[in-house]
């Protein structure tokens, strides 16, 4: 099993829609996450921090799940500027230094 | 700097060529990653740098990959006898500690012919 797993997509909502997306993580220990936005060419930017049970921020509701070992992300009344790829990241434990990056889902946003 | 700066943003190399990647991470920050980026695909890590010191280089694809940081600033990747595989988009990223925000140049992307 993949440390990080994502659903790839592409998911194609219309504006104004709620889309929802679920990362799982192998790690039990891990404790805080994150979540990544990409444009297409441009570098990985934060989009949110996942300390607790969960964190809201406008539009934006990162929600954890440790029992079940997954992350959520759910934006609600999407824009077109929301289309991108969100990267669930768990960041290290054990002996890792780094943080490990899921494969990413792509969201497009259509007018 | 204000943000993490990498150059060149495009590279192209023939196969066999030698190329230098360099990044200049965000002053006083004490971690810094080197992440390979194939298109349609995550981050993959390549080696971490807590300041001059390389502390995990396990993701480093083969011996033709070196890096190094010797001052605890600026970052250098290097890859010797370029291949095809080696295209990819290299991101190098820099944060205050390991498990902290991680902020990103804007990457190298590395067109090997």
């Known amino acids: 099993r993949k440390e990080v797993e994502q659903d790839p997509g592409p998911f194609n909502v219309p504006e104004g829609a709620t889309v929802a997306f679920n990362c799982t993580y192998s790690?039990?220990?891990?404790?805080?996450f994150f979540w990544y936005r990409q444009d297409c060419r441009k570098e990985p930017k934060l989009l949110m921090s996942?300390?607790?049970s969960g964190n809201e921020d406008g539009r934006f509701t990162a929600q954890l799940n440790r029992a079940s070992q997954y992350i959520s992300l759910l934006i609600r009344d999407s824009k077109l500027s929301d289309s991108a790829t969100y990267l669930c990241?768990?960041?290290?434990?054990?002996?890792?230094?780094?943080?490990?990056f899921g494969s990413g889902t792509q969201l497009t946003v259509l007018p | 700097g204000a943000g993490v700066s990498q150059s060149p943003r495009y590279k192209v190399a023939k196969r066999g060529q030698d190329v230098a990647l360099r990044c200049d991470p965000i002053?006083?920050?004490?971690?810094l990653f080197w992440y390979q980026q194939a298109l349609g695909q995550g981050p993959e890590f390549l080696t971490y740098?807590?300041?001059?010191?390389?502390?995990?280089k396990s993701g480093l694809p083969s011996d033709r990959f070196f890096a190094e940081r010797p001052e605890g600033s600026v970052s250098t990747l290097k890859i010797q006898r370029t291949q095809q595989e080696d295209s990819a988009v290299y991101l190098c990223?820099?944060?205050?500690?390991?498990?902290?925000?991680?902020?990103f140049g804007q990457g190298t992307r590395l067109t090997v012919v």
């Open positions: 002053s006083g920050h004490v971690s």
């Open positions: 790690n039990s220990a891990s404790q805080s």
């Open positions: 990223a820099s944060s205050l500690a390991p498990d902290s925000e991680a902020f």
């Open positions: 990241v768990v960041p290290p434990s054990g002996s890792a230094r780094q943080l490990t």
């Open positions: 996942v300390y607790s």
């Open positions: 740098f807590q300041n001059e010191a390389q502390l995990d």
